[in-house]
């Protein structure tokens, strides 16, 4: 039987990437995302290239429905032994015009997202004394004008990813973090027309001041993480691993 891997924010961008990768490497994956119709085309990518994958609509911040996902999954595919904490969102603005709503949502399926479904996934993974984690951060943990939300939810992530490696590592589970850099998905695109720039003109911006001169795509991502999940990186844990292309170096 197929391991398991459990992608959130999967219906598209870098969460849709992963979970495609994680099928190629023989997992069977379920894609979490909040509208579970919104999966449709992720499943079916994967199942065309000869993956399995089923869809789970789910709100990473309803305690309720994370656990019914959870023991849906384990219940459909069998068991989880990854999984991939990549639900998000943005509401940018700067200090000064940014509502505590705008704060609170971010906060909230960001960080409270990563903690509910890490909790759910752990009871199976300690069971069986393996497993694998990986959050996604962002370089914006590293600051960025008008995201005072957004980053210290990324970086927020960051000391869970820690503090996880510590509390699961004694149960053969590995915790670590991407911070993902510019990469080209609806939500780039989205902030383009927010500063009302093309999203070639953005990508083309972003391109110029990173030494590597290009911007990211979502296997980008899902390669970093293909090796996070792997035997290879099994002495590997609490650990953020910058994929930017060398832009905030």
């Known amino acids: 039987m197929s391991k398991v891997a459990v992608v959130t924010g999967a219906a598209r961008g870098i969460g849709a990437g992963t979970a495609a990768r994680l099928a190629a490497d023989g997992f069977a994956v ?17 199942a065309a290239a000869g993956g399995t994958a089923i869809a789970v609509g789910c709100n990473v911040t309803d ?17 989880v032994d990854v999984l991939v904490n990549n639900a998000g969102v943005l509401r940018d603005n700067l200090l000064f015009k940014m509502s505590v709503d705008d704060w609170d949502l971010v906060m909230s399926v960001h960080l409270k997202g990563a903690f509910l479904c890490t909790r759910e ?9 393996s497993g694998k984690i990986v ?4 370089v914006s943990a590293l600051g960025a004008r008008g995201q005072a939300n957004y980053s210290a939810a990324k970086m927020g992530i960051q000391g869970l990813t820690r503090t996880l490696a510590m509390e699961l590592g004694p149960f053969g589970i590995n915790v670590n973090a991407v911070a993902p850099g510019f990469i080209v998905t609806e939500m780039t695109d989205a902030t383009a027309a ?9 990508r083309a911006e972003a391109a110029k001041i990173t030494p590597l001169r290009r911007v990211g795509e979502p296997a980008d991502i899902a390669n970093v993480v293909s090796f996070l999940v792997s035997d290879d990186a099994s002495f590997v844990t609490g650990q953020t691993i910058y994929v930017d292309g060398g832009r905030r170096l």
Request: contains cysteine.
């Open 121 to 129: 996934a752990q009871k199976y993974m300690v069971k069986q004394k």
């Open 194 to 202: 927010r500063v009302g720039v093309s999203p070639e003109e953005f």
């Open 63 to 79: 305690e309720n429905q994370v656990a019914a996902a959870f023991e849906r999954i384990a219940a459909e595919l069998g068991s």
């Open 30 to 46: 379920a894609i979490v995302d909040l509208d579970e119709a919104a999966c449709k085309d992720a499943v079916d990518a994967i």
């Open 135 to 138: 959050n996604t951060s962002s």
